[in-house]
């Protein structure tokens, strides 16, 4: 994760953040989507169905629907495409 982000996560805290192989799993209730999301914090080229479903399921809990940041600096275009395939579509910039 590039520090500008880490600085813009730490300047808006969510209530509650897990770490799950290199994502950065944030929640404060549906505020924004930063605060609300799953962020690569690390360069990640792949994702697996399992670690989608425990992602999804992280945020079906909360009673949320799952919401991937994807910066190009952390993510693959392939982890794009697998979350297109799953009908994840583009939303922002």
């Known amino acids: 994760m590039n520090n500008i982000e880490e600085a813009l996560f730490t300047s808006w805290p969510a209530l509650e953040e897990e770490s799950f192989f290199g994502w950065k799993l944030r929640f404060a209730n549906g505020y924004t989507k930063r605060a609300n999301s799953a962020n690569a914090s690390v360069r990640l080229d ?48």
Not at 58 to 70: P, T
Request: hydrophobic residues 35%.
């Open 46 to 93: 792949n994702l697996c169905d399992s670690q989608i479903g425990y992602i999804e399921e992280f945020f079906k809990e909360r009673k949320q629907k799952a919401i991937f940041r994807l910066t190009s600096f952390c993510t693959s275009q392939e982890i794009d495409d697998m979350l297109a395939d799953r009908k994840y579509r583009f939303m922002d910039l």
